[in-house]
């Protein structure tokens, strides 16, 4: 098992790791709409994908994938009538591809952020850490 790090993204605000490696799939903590200064970005819900997104791909390059490699993501909004905007965003760094995955509605977040989004990919072996 290998553990990732990228600063690039924000880091781990508990004891947790931005991500893992173990038997070639790599396994991301869930990202929040920070950035790598550790300041959350605008409170609307397309500004904060995007920047859960574009923590994701730095996550995701420091471990040796990209969002091509993705098998499944969590998503998890503060409130499902954000769900077409989080969804616009999401197909955009997806493209053609379409992991599987799962959208939770819940009651918070850690930083009172609108949406976290964690994934699942296939890790290539040669990754930097």
Do not use: W
């Amino acid at each position: 098992m290998k553990f990732v790090e990228t600063n690039q993204a924000p880091m781990a605000i508990g004891p947790y790791s931005q991500a893992v490696v173990a038997n070639g799939v790599l396994y991301t903590s869930g990202q929040i709409p920070m950035d790598e200064k550790g300041i959350i970005v605008a409170d609307d819900i397309t500004n904060q994908t995007h920047q859960v997104m574009k923590n994701l791909f730095y996550v995701l390059e420091a471990g040796g994938a990209h969002f091509n490699d993705v098998i499944k993501t969590t998503v998890y909004l503060n409130d499902m009538d954000n769900f077409a905007k989080m969804n616009e965003v999401y197909a955009h760094y997806f493209g053609k591809h379409k992991p599987v995955r799962s959208t939770v509605a819940v009651r918070t977040l850690p930083k009172n952020v609108l949406v976290e989004i964690d994934c699942i990919a296939l890790a290539n072996v040669d990754f930097r850490v």
